[in-house]
């Protein structure tokens, strides 16, 4: 079946917009979790939702990133006032409960 | 603080020989799930194995083999045989309560294999 899919895979934006970066997890998954991967940074944790329960929001760097999941399933990872330290590739998982995660291709941000 | 050190930054093999990839972790909890991932130049990251704490079988699929001690807690990766196709980064991670969802990755260790 179709794995997990993000949109845009590039995006370059001016320092200062929004952005918005989209996943589309694995049909049945009921967890998603978004993570960010920077050359200095290495592969960071941001957020992860699991069912209906509040999302687990300890990995967000600043209250510039939201990230929402509509009818348990896509998920919207939103940064505001984007600055150049948000470039980065970003990357959604989902899984079934309890179970490993599976990875997109990511998304490529790059602020100007 | 670093959970999962990986301290081999970049190893580079000739075809056919042997490449292991060291883990260490670090957790005050007695349950823990470990994992290796993938990330070939493509990008995206592929799941190899998950191990949780209990169980220290050290496992074999195909040309992969896992070594799991948890009185040394390391999780090492070796390679047998290395290909070509097995050129890649390669991360170590972690998971542990409350935050099972979370994976506090490794650096990654970069592996080339020349023909």
């Known amino acids: 079946g179709a794995g997990v899919s993000q949109s845009p895979s590039n995006k370059v934006t001016e320092k200062g917009k929004d952005v918005e970066l989209r996943c589309d997890p694995i049909?049945?998954?009921?967890?998603l979790y978004w993570y960010r991967q920077s050359l200095g940074q290495g592969l960071e944790f941001l957020i992860y939702?699991?069912?209906?329960?509040?999302?687990?929001k300890s990995g967000l760097p600043s209250d510039r990133f939201s990230a929402e999941r509509t009818g348990g399933s896509v998920s919207t990872l939103t940064i505001q006032r984007t600055q150049q330290e948000d470039s980065a590739v970003y990357l959604c998982?989902?899984?079934?409960?309890?179970?490993?995660?599976?990875f997109g291709d990511g998304t490529r941000l790059s602020i100007l | 603080a670093q959970k999962v050190t990986q301290a081999q930054t970049e190893i580079s093999v000739v075809e056919k020989e042997d490449v292991t990839l060291d883990c260490v972790y670090e957790?005050?909890?007695?349950?823990?799930?470990l994992f290796w991932y993938k990330q070939p130049p493509s990008g995206e990251l592929v799941f190899l194995i998950r191990?949780?704490?209990?169980?220290?079988q050290n496992e074999i699929s195909g040309r992969y083999s896992w070594n799991f001690q948890k009185s040394t807690s390391s999780f090492n990766f070796t390679i047998t045989a290395s290909q070509v196709v097995d050129s890649a980064v390669y991360f170590c991670a972690l998971s542990e309560p409350p935050s099972w969802g979370k994976l506090q990755f490794g650096a990654g260790t970069q592996v080339v294999v020349t023909p």
């Open positions: 998982a989902s899984s079934l409960v309890d179970q490993p995660q599976h």
């Open positions: 939702f699991q069912g209906n329960s509040a999302p687990d």
């Open positions: 049909s049945g998954h009921t967890a």
């Open positions: 957790t005050r909890d007695t349950t823990y799930y």
């Open positions: 191990r949780n704490s209990f169980d220290e």
